[in-house]
């Protein structure tokens, strides 16, 4: 058995940390160590995990290799919040052909997220 797990190597963890829980209602769920600062934080988004690893120089402005897609209830509402908890927003939102409504946004640390809802059937 496999499971794909992302991970975000990050420089500031408690700037991540608050944008994915007040975005996207992620719980931690797991860090290492139990006490003090943590090097490992394990959130929960619905049924997804999403790992943030603390290092000091994580080499940020590097072309992204990896972009985040995660399913919200309201694109619209959440595209609302995202500046307002350090994220930016790229473009959208837009109906696409495949049945999504899809915006594209940044997290604090430049990260490329894509957040998406179903379009409902008419």
């Known amino acids: 058995m496999s499971t794909i797990q992302p991970v975000i190597v990050t420089a500031d963890q408690d700037v991540l940390l608050g944008f994915y829980t007040k975005l996207f209602g992620a719980e931690e769920i797991f860090r ?4 003090g600062p943590a090097f ?3 959130l929960r988004i619905g049924d997804t995990d999403l790992g943030l690893v603390a290092k000091t120089d ?3 402005g590097a072309a992204p290799r990896i972009l985040l897609s995660i399913g919200v209830e309201d694109v619209d509402e959440t595209l609302g919040r995202v500046a307002a908890l350090g994220g930016s ?3 959208g939102p837009n109906d696409m052909p495949w049945g999504q409504r899809v915006a594209h946004i940044q997290d604090p640390d430049g990260n490329p997220l894509n957040i998406t809802q ?5």
């Open 32 to 35: 290492v160590p139990a006490e």
């Open 40 to 42: 490992y934080l394990g």
């Open 118 to 122: 179903p379009i409902p059937a008419r």
């Open 58 to 60: 994580p080499l940020t």
């Open 89 to 91: 927003v790229r473009g």
